[in-house]
């Protein structure tokens, strides 16, 4: 079990989706929980591409395909006034991301920032 923790899209995003691929390629049971806050929540909004231009829900439908979890802080969604709707289907939300993500540590999931 292992919590990516995404708070920076721009920066994050790509290398984070590249790392669960890879995870996922060398154990294909691990179960992933992606935690997005702040700047992170972007790469999971509607329309949202990466530096190159390519769409970021392609990558990220392809990874919830193979179990992985997208979850999204609601406390940002009020700081930065976004609404659920404005995000893609995959994208699941959770009241806190900084709580999320102790709850994951404490109940053994490992940490990691990419």
């Given at each position: ?23 996922l390629d ?19 909004m ?69």
């Amino acid at each position: 079990r292992v919590a990516y923790h995404i708070d920076d899209a721009n920066t994050q995003g790509l290398k984070g989706l590249r790392n669960i691929r890879n995870h996922l390629d060398t154990d294909p049971s691990a179960r992933i929980t992606v935690v997005t806050h702040a700047n992170g929540v972007d790469f999971l909004m509607e329309g949202a591409k990466d530096g190159n231009g390519s769409a970021f829900a392609g990558p990220v439908a392809a990874l919830v395909a193979r179990g992985v979890k997208f979850e999204v802080c609601e406390i940002t969604l009020k700081n930065r006034n976004l609404k659920k709707e404005q995000f893609i289907q995959e994208a699941e939300f959770t009241p806190s991301g900084v709580v999320r993500l102790t709850k994951l540590q404490v109940a053994g999931h490992a940490y990691i920032k990419p």
